[in-house]
Structures are given as C-alpha cells and as structure tokens.
C-alpha cells in the first residue's frame, strides 16, 4: 500500500486518532529531507499504540507568488509565476546558495528548513502532550551521514532563523540503528553496521550504543560492500564478528532499485556471516529512527517494544522528483543578485489550505543573504568609503589654495 496522502485525508484522521489515546503516551515526530523524497513520520513506542503514520512527498519545493511554498506534487496553478527548485539537500553549506528563478538566490540550508517546515504542517494536527517532558511531542530531524560539522551547523543556524530551534538533529546512521535496536536487536548497545548507499557512492558508519564510534567512511562507486565496512571496521581494529547486525538503507534513484540494495544486503551478509537488514523504504528507516529516538527511545536500556512497520514500508510513492536541469558547480555559479526574490522557504507561518502535493506555508519575502552577497555588501561598502575619503581631500586641498589665493 502506498504511503499515506495529506490530501486524501487519511494521514489527518490517522494523526487525529493519536490525540485521543490519552495523556500517558509518548510520541515522536521524525523529518528525513532526502535526495529524491521526504519523509515525515508520526509513532508512538507504547505497546498496543497505532502503527506510525508515514507522509512522503518528493524533494521539490514550489514557490508561489502569494508568498507561500509547497513541497513536492507538481507546480500549482497560480496567478503569477512560481518557481520550483529541486537539488539543494547536496548543496547546503554552499556559499554560492542556489538559484530560485532568474533573480533570486537562497541558502540550501535554509530551502531544507523549509522543506521540513512543510513536512511539520502535513502532521498538524499535533497533540499537546506526549512529548518527554509532558508537552507537545518531541521532532527530531535526520542529516545525511557523510555532512561534516560545517554543514551540520549551517542547517542548525538555518532552522533556528526559522524559529525551528525546538527542532533536535540526528545523523541518518544514528536514526537507522535506533529503528534496528528499537525493532529487531535482541541485545541493546551492540556494535551495528549502517550501510547507506546512494547515487553516488556509499556511507559506512559504525554505530554502538546509539552513537557513532568516529567519523563515517564515504567511499565512491565501485568497490564491494563488505571491503568497505571490512575497511570502517579496521580502523578502529575491529573484526566483522565483533558486529551484531548491518542495517542497508539508500537514498536517490538507487533507493528505488530494490534487486540492487536487496543484493548489497545478501552480499554482506554471506560474506560476514552476520545478520544483515535492509531498512524499510529504503530511505524511510532513518526518518523513523528519528520519531522513535523523539519518543524518548534509549537503546542503551531499552526494552524490545517494536512500534510496528508503517503501511508504506515497502513502497514508497515518487512523483517525478527532479525538475528541471541539474544545478551547476559553484564555481559555474553567477554571482547572487540583489533583487526582491520569491518567498523564503524557511519563514514561519499559517497554512492557508491543503493542495496537490503538499500543504502551502505561508513565508516571508525575502530570502537571506548568501556569503557571496555579504562578502560583495563589505566590498562595496569599502569602496564607498574610498570615495567618501577622497573626495573630502580633494575638498580640502581646495579650500587651503582658495585661502592662499584670497590671502
């Protein structure tokens, strides 16, 4: 069965039932930005509590001339020109931001804050409680495994701009092992494998405990599975039995080729003689680790209480997710303009209405700088003062020979 739609009704009313369990039930949100789709993930880890409610939409935001943006679906019909952008979870932490249209410019990080802005607006209505501290429910966002902390921290600064600072992050290694440990691990706090392969390489990354143990490894195409994690394990002088189990999951058009990935996971597992899973989805494991991990999941203490796959585990709905031509290379890239831009994806606001494809949040109208145009605001404001100097001494020298002359 395919994932549920926001705009069939089914996700609402399934979202609806969990404010009416009661007070005592804890429950997460989990938001996964991906390549080619998002993910957005409503579940609970009390025994008897419903299966997660899983709401996917393609990676592509629409934004509307009225001010509001949208994600994924295809371009609404609107009364003026809405450009639509694609490709910008790769680019984040870019100083060359990307382009929106023909004159505007945004920081990546904050287009994927706004992304997640509109997948939190799919979930509405929200409870007030099952959150761990007795509030609203806790939302944990995931990031790819390879970002380093400069791309780390340019999202967290972005979401923060957006008044989305209640909003936790986790790597997607992190959030996969969480869904392994909360529904399949026997034993918690064993080393587990995550193996996240995508259209241009693989991810490998060792997780014990519930944290990474060091940096990922990233490894590009070509080369076998288990020599790469054979590769990540030697660097900390580990052996492949010292694993508990190796979780597959993807990303991008890979994702979609489920021969492809179910071969990784054999392979891995024949060669290591060791449990091997492949995450549902693929690309939704990590978006449900998230939830889980929100509702207060500890994989060091934890009990086996499965929170159930969601309905769309083994499909996930694609609605041509790439638009357009592929973004150039920042160094390809002209410089930002300064000009009045679409709406900012990353602003705060009502949700005027469900559409096709997603729910319309409302923005701001100007997008934020990127650190081409800061870096381009400080030369020109130099130059001016520049000019200013000269000019005044110019000025001055004038005076003194008038003074000279009259005298």
Same mark, same amino acid.
């Not at 957005?40 to 025994?47: F, I, L, T």
């Not at 109208?365 to 001016?384: K, L, N």
């Given at each position: 069965?395919?994932a549920?739609?926001? %705009?069939?009704? *089914?996700?609402?009313?399934?979202?609806r039932?969990h404010?009416n369990?009661g007070?005592?039930m804890?429950?997460?949100?989990g938001?996964?930005?991906?390549?080619?789709?998002s993910?957005?993930?409503?579940?609970?880890?009390?025994?008897g509590?419903?299966?997660?409610v899983?709401?996917?939409?393609?990676?592509?935001?629409?934004?509307?001339?009225?001010g509001?943006?949208?994600?994924?679906?295809?371009?609404? *019909?609107?009364?003026?020109?809405?450009?639509t952008?694609s490709?910008?979870? $790769?680019?984040?932490?870019?100083?060359?931001g990307?382009?929106?249209?023909?004159?505007?410019?945004?920081?990546?990080?904050?287009?994927?804050?706004g992304?997640?802005r509109?997948?939190?607006?799919?979930?509405?209505p929200l409870?007030?409680?099952?959150?761990?501290?007795?509030?609203?429910?806790?939302?944990?966002? $995931?990031?790819?495994?390879?970002?380093?902390?400069?791309?780390?921290?340019?999202?967290?600064?972005?979401?923060?701009?957006?008044?989305?600072?209640?909003?936790?992050?986790? $790597?997607?290694?992190?959030?996969?092992?969480?869904?392994?440990e909360?529904?399949?691990?026997?034993?918690?706090g *064993?080393?587990?494998?995550?193996?996240?392969?995508?259209?241009?390489?693989?991810?490998?990354?060792l997780?014990?405990s519930?944290? =990474?143990?060091?940096?990922?490894?990233?490894?590009?195409s070509?080369?076998?599975?288990?020599a790469q994690?054979a590769?990540?394990?030697?660097?900390?002088?580990?052996?492949?039995?010292?694993?508990?189990?190796?979780?597959?999951?993807?990303?991008?058009?890979?994702?979609?080729?489920?021969?492809?990935?179910r071969?990784? /996971?054999?392979?891995v597992?024949?060669?290591?003689?060791v449990?091997?899973?492949?995450?549902?989805?693929?690309? *939704?494991t990590?978006?449900?680790?998230?939830?889980?991990r929100?509702a207060?999941?500890?994989?060091?203490?934890?009990?086996?209480?499965?929170?159930?796959?969601?309905? %769309?585990?083994?499909?996930? =709905?694609v609605i041509? /997710?790439?638009?357009?031509e592929?973004?150039p290379?920042?160094?390809?890239?002209?410089?930002?303009k300064?000009?009045t831009?679409p709406?900012?994806? /990353?602003?705060?606001?009502?949700?005027p209405?469900?559409?096709?494809?997603?729910?319309?949040?409302?923005?701001?109208?100007?997008?934020?700088?990127?650190?081409?145009?800061e870096?381009?605001?400080?030369?020109?404001?130099? $130059?001016?003062?520049?000019?200013?100097?000269v000019?005044?001494? /110019?000025?001055?020298?004038?005076?003194?020979?008038?003074?000279?002359f009259?005298?």
């Amino acid at each position: 069965m395919a994932a549920p739609s926001a %705009s069939d009704g *089914q996700a609402e009313f399934t979202i609806r039932s969990h404010t009416n369990r009661g007070t005592c039930m804890s429950m997460g949100v989990g938001l996964r930005i991906g390549s080619v789709v998002s993910t957005a993930v409503v579940a609970s880890n009390d025994p008897g509590s419903p299966d997660p409610v899983v709401i996917v939409r393609d990676t592509v935001l629409h934004m509307c001339p009225d001010g509001t943006a949208i994600l994924g679906g295809s371009a609404p *019909q609107t009364l003026g020109q809405t450009h639509t952008v694609s490709g910008f979870l $790769s680019r984040v932490g870019d100083p060359a931001g990307v382009a929106v249209g023909d004159t505007a410019r945004y920081r990546a990080e904050d287009l994927v804050a706004g992304a997640m802005r509109c997948l939190l607006r799919e979930c509405e209505p929200l409870p007030d409680h099952g959150g761990r501290t007795g509030g609203a429910p806790d939302i944990m966002a $995931s990031y790819p495994t390879r970002w380093d902390s400069t791309a780390v921290a340019a999202l967290r600064d972005a979401l923060d701009y957006a008044d989305m600072s209640y909003l936790s992050l986790v $790597s997607d290694a992190e959030a996969a092992a969480a869904w392994f440990e909360s529904e399949i691990a026997e034993r918690p706090g *064993q080393l587990v494998g995550i193996y996240h392969v995508d259209d241009t390489g693989a991810t490998v990354a060792l997780i014990r405990s519930g944290v =990474e143990a060091g940096k990922a490894f990233r490894f590009g195409s070509g080369g076998t599975p288990s020599a790469q994690i054979a590769t990540a394990l030697g660097a900390f002088g580990w052996l492949p039995s010292n694993l508990d189990a190796v979780v597959v999951t993807g990303d991008g058009l890979i994702a979609r080729d489920a021969a492809a990935i179910r071969g990784f /996971a054999t392979s891995v597992s024949e060669k290591f003689d060791v449990r091997c899973v492949v995450g549902p989805g693929p690309e *939704q494991t990590a978006a449900l680790g998230a939830a889980i991990r929100a509702a207060g999941f500890n994989p060091t203490t934890h009990r086996v209480t499965p929170i159930g796959l969601p309905p %769309s585990y083994d499909v996930t =709905e694609v609605i041509d /997710a790439v638009v357009g031509e592929p973004l150039p290379d920042a160094a390809e890239t002209p410089r930002p303009k300064r000009t009045t831009a679409p709406a900012s994806a /990353a602003a705060v606001g009502a949700s005027p209405g469900r559409v096709s494809g997603g729910t319309a949040v409302a923005t701001s109208p100007e997008p934020r700088a990127t650190a081409q145009d800061e870096a381009f605001a400080d030369s020109t404001s130099r $130059s001016s003062w520049l000019v200013a100097a000269v000019v005044g001494l /110019a000025l001055v020298l004038v005076a003194i020979v008038f003074v000279l002359f009259v005298l």
